[in-house]
């Protein structure tokens, strides 16, 4: 880049969910020029693009925002237990508005390139737009679930009917009425759209290859003073989400976050009831029965073979809880907490396809020929997933040190140090990106931000200016990362946390599986002086 049209700051951000936000506020902080893009008209990411029917989040609310300032957490007004994507996306607007967060953002641009110079020891980023900036400290904020898998069948060009994706969903409202609605894909974003328009559809056939685990979201409005309460302690709840697994702690139950027993160790009828109790409570709570439930077989069948038993107990013809019974392990797929899901297949007007009996052989401009039956369909609906951790950054072209590749380096493996940053990018960071702690989105961005901004504020104290991962603490971390992932159930099964839902993409974990506490005290070891990077 050479020509004067060029803009030089501190800080780039690429994004503007919560990640890229909290970005921009802690540069802003720390009075660094800062310029975010995003390709959205707005703030929002993951809820500004995933505007379907039925799109909610299962982390409550109250934990499932920012904690870096007291007055905003006290101030905002969460209406549910788990708010639906409307609400969520108006907080984001809020928090956007309340730190003037827009001024340092250019929507609607996408960036194409961010190559690193080895003369100015700067980032050069390049947009759609034509926009070149010129900044000392690039700052990932992508996404984890943000660059969705675009449906490739055959004949799905001259279909003519209504297509729509989960993921890329219109801002208008679609209409369902009395229409013949066709759904591919039922992880949760299948499972929320499915239980919402169900009743709305002349019919709805939903087109399954691998069923999931489900379990009652059992969602309500806050009230009587419940949010109050929790509020009047948030430096405890905040205090106890650090210490969990995942940055959530069953707020609204007296269930424990911090599981302490093997589910083994307890007498059938003993374990049978805390499975109930975690059924009662819903959401994410199974997560955190039992300590043992993602590391053993055995513990894990007996969480399995309960949640099938549910399955059957609400759907009324058995060959279709069998379908919809899956024979996994359980949590090694996203567990769903979901809403009536069940209940839909007991409707006259919904059926449920097996692929694995009949594939998808190809669209026709009327319809789907699936084994050798052709279903007529007025609309079809994608939910089919995305390339998760490493597919947004891989879209963008993103060079380092050599002008070697992100993308070709993560083809051979996946390499990070701490889930932040990889050796031969330097200054370059990833925020809730590959390797990080599966954990709390909101909560992490802040803490990985935090951890960062120190640091170049550290540096900025000791006349430094590049931060780098060392090739040893690298490699340190990667083993780790991998190590911990092999002693889990994660392997065992076909899931995107192995990145097996994309072809060709290397087959290991693309989160850190070792709990936040761990996550936490490797990172704060690492960042303390900053003895463990390459400074210069
Ligand atoms: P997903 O869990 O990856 O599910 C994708 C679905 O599409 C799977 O059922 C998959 O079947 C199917 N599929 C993909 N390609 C297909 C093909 N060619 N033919 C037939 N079926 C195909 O994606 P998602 O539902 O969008 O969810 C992604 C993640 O986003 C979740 O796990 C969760 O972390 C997050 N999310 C959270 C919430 C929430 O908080 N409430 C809601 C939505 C999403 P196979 O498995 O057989 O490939």
């Not at 780039?12 to 660094?32: E, H, L, P, S, W």
């Not at 982390?59 to 007004?77: G, K, N, P, T, V």
């Not at 370059?428 to 909560?443: A, E, K, M, R």
């Amino acid at each position: 880049m050479s020509d004067n049209s060029i803009e030089h700051l501190d800080v780039v951000v690429v994004g503007a969910g919560f990640a890229g936000m909290y970005a921009v506020y802690r540069a802003n902080k720390d009075n660094r020029s800062v310029k975010c893009f995003e390709a959205g008209t707005d703030v929002g990411g993951t809820w500004y693009w995933n505007r379907y029917p039925g799109a909610r989040v299962d982390i409550e609310c109250l934990e499932y925002s920012y904690s870096f300032d007291e007055a905003l957490q006290q101030e905002w007004e969460w209406t549910e237990r788990y708010a639906g994507q409307a609400e969520i996306l108006n907080y984001a607007k809020h928090v956007a508005e309340r730190y003037n967060l827009r001024d340092y953002m250019q929507f609607e641009t996408r960036v194409e390139s961010a190559i690193f110079n080895e003369e100015t020891q700067r980032w050069e980023v390049k947009t759609n737009r034509g926009d070149q900036i010129s900044a000392k400290f690039c700052f990932m904020a992508t996404g984890l679930i943000s660059a969705p898998v675009d449906p490739d069948f055959e004949g799905l060009d001259g279909f003519k009917g209504e297509q729509y994706m989960t993921s890329r969903w219109p801002k208008e409202e679609i209409q369902f009425g009395g229409k013949r609605v066709g759904i591919v894909g039922t992880g949760s974003s299948g499972i929320q759209v499915i239980s919402e328009i169900a009743e709305k559809c002349g019919e709805l056939l939903v087109f399954q290859r691998t069923p999931s685990y489900v379990i009652p979201l059992q969602n309500h409005e806050l009230e009587n003073g419940q949010a109050e309460k929790i509020k009047s302690k948030y430096d405890e709840l905040r205090a106890l989400e650090k210490e969990s697994f995942g940055g959530f702690t069953l707020l609204h139950s007296d269930l424990s976050p911090l599981p302490s027993k093997s589910a083994l160790e307890l007498s059938e009828e003993d374990r049978r009831a805390e499975y109930e109790n975690r059924w009662k409570s819903g959401g994410l709570s199974p997560y955190y029965a039992f300590t043992d439930t993602l590391m053993d077989e055995d513990s894990n069948a007996t969480m399995a073979e309960f949640a099938r038993e549910k399955i059957r107990e609400r759907v009324n013809d058995p060959k279709i809880a069998e379908k919809l019974s899956p024979d996994y392990h359980i949590l090694t797929r996203r567990l769903s907490p979901e809403t009536n899901f069940l209940e839909q297949f007991n409707r006259d007007n919904v059926d449920l396809v097996d692929l694995n009996e009949k594939p998808i052989k190809r669209f026709t401009e009327t319809g789907i020929i699936v084994g050798d039956e052709e279903i007529e369909l007025d609309i079809i609906i994608f939910a089919t997933g995305f390339d998760v951790m490493t597919g947004a950054m891989d879209r963008i072209d993103i060079r380092g040190r050599d002008a070697q590749a992100l993308k070709s380096r993560w083809k051979e493996g996946l390499t990070s140090y701490l889930g932040l940053m990889t050796r031969g990018f330097p200054n370059f960071f990833w925020i809730n990106g590959p390797h990080s702690q599966f954990y709390n989105p909101i909560l992490l961005a802040e803490f990985q931000c935090d951890l960062i901004f120190d640091a170049l504020n550290h540096m900025d104290d000791s006349g430094k200016k590049i931060l780098e991962a060392t090739e040893e603490n690298e490699q340190g971390w990667v083993d780790l990362t991998n190590q911990i992932g092999n002693m889990t159930l994660f392997p065992k099964s076909n899931n995107y946390y192995m990145g097996d839902n994309i072809p060709g993409k290397p087959r290991q974990t693309v989160f850190f599986l070792g709990g936040f506490p761990l996550y936490r005290e490797q990172c704060e070891a690492a960042f303390d002086g900053l003895n463990a990077f390459e400074v210069a």
